[in-house]
C-alpha cells in the first residue's frame, strides 16, 4: 500500500460530528420504515375532519409518541383513535380533560375495555383529511428536504381546507 492508500478511510462519508451538527434525520423529520424513507404526518382534526393540530415526525416514530402532545388541552367530548393509540397514559390524559376514549383495545390487553363501536366510525375524518393533502403532489412526495418546508406546505394545505 502506497502513501496515498495508507491516509484514505475504508469507507468515506460525512462525519458523525457533521452530522449532528446540522441535527441528523431527526431533526428534518425523517427516517426509514416499511414503506422506505419518509416523514409521518401526526393531526388532530374536529368533528368535520378539519385539522386542529399537525406535527411532523420520521417514519419510524411510533403513533403514540406526540399523541398527548396533540390534545394537550384540547376540550373535547370524545376523542376517537385506532388501536395504536390504545394507551393508559392517553386515556387519563383524555379524561383528565373531560373527554371520553373511543379506541378500541389491542388484542395483547389483559383487561379489555369497552368502547362505542357506532361513534368510532367517524374515525374515517381523520383519513379523509389526509386524502385531501394528498391531492397536494408537494406533500404526497415530500419533495422539500427541510422540515420547516414541508411543515409550511402541509400547513398551507390545512389552510385551504379551512377555507372551502
Not at 27 to 32: E, I, K, T, V, W
Not at 70 to 97: H, M, S, T
Not at 112 to 124: G, S
Request: glycine residues 10%.
Amino acid at each position: 500500500m502506497g502513501d496515498a492508500g495508507r491516509h484514505r478511510h475504508p469507507r468515506p462519508r460525512p462525519s458523525r460530528w457533521r452530522a449532528a451538527k446540522k441535527g441528523g434525520p431527526h431533526a428534518q423529520a425523517l427516517g426509514r420504515s416499511r414503506g422506505g424513507f419518509g416523514t409521518k404526518i401526526h393531526v388532530c382534526v374536529d368533528a368535520l375532519g378539519l385539522p386542529v393540530r399537525i406535527a411532523l415526525g420520521p417514519g419510524q416514530q411510533n403513533d403514540m409518541a406526540p399523541a398527548c402532545d396533540l390534545i394537550d388541552g384540547l376540550a373535547a367530548q370524545n376523542v376517537l383513535a385506532d388501536k395504536a393509540y390504545d394507551a393508559d397514559r392517553l386515556y387519563e390524559k383524555i379524561i383528565a380533560q373531560g373527554g371520553d376514549p373511543v379506541v378500541p383495545p389491542r388484542r395483547h390487553r389483559k383487561r379489555q375495555h369497552a368502547y362505542d363501536a357506532v361513534l368510532y366510525k367517524e374515525r374515517n375524518r381523520v383519513e379523509r383529511f389526509f386524502s385531501r393533502i394528498k391531492h397536494f403532489r408537494r406533500i404526497a412526495t415530500r419533495y422539500d428536504k427541510l422540515a420547516a418546508n414541508f411543515m409550511g406546505f402541509v400547513t398551507l394545505a390545512a389552510i385551504m381546507l379551512w377555507l372551502k
